[in-house]
Nanobody, 121 residues
Framework: QVQLVESGGGLVQPGGSLRLSCAAS????????MGWYRQAPGKQRELVAR???????NYADSVKGRFTISRDNAKKTHYLQMDSLKPEDTAVYYC???????????????WGQGTQVTVSS
């Protein structure tokens, strides 16, 4: 059973920083794309940042220049460094990984459980 475990959320003041981590475990033969999404109360889930297997990265316009996504393939882990946080960044953050499980014929997309990020003074 493949599982994503997130960590690093919490409460931070405006202008502060947080680093989220997402570690994949289980019987995994290949990892392709890794990303972060967020969902604020009353809003749809939206893409925050995504890094594909070739290394290309894309960010939501609202976080460009403030957030940085990175990955450590050996650890099957990806990160979201969030700087200059604003109250409007408050949301539940979900990690997402496109991967292929061992002995499965096709890739699948797996989601983390979500971690709360609250930006407030």
């Amino acid at each position: 059973q493949v599982q994503l475990v997130e960590s690093g959320g919490g409460l931070v003041q405006p202008g502060g920083s947080l680093r989220l981590s997402c570690a994949a475990s289980g019987s995994i033969s290949s990892i392709y794309n890794m990303g972060w999404y967020r969902q604020a109360p009353g809003k749809q889930r939206e893409l925050v940042a995504r890094i594909i297997s070739g290394g290309s990265v894309n960010y939501a316009d609202s976080v460009k220049g403030r957030f940085t996504i990175s990955r450590d393939n050996a650890k099957k882990t990806h990160y979201l460094q969030m700087d200059s946080l604003k109250p409007e960044d408050t949301a539940v953050y979900y990690c997402n990984v496109d991967l292929k499980e061992t002995f499965k014929p096709v890739p699948t997309s797996v989601w983390g459980q979500g971690t709360q990020v609250t930006v407030s003074s």
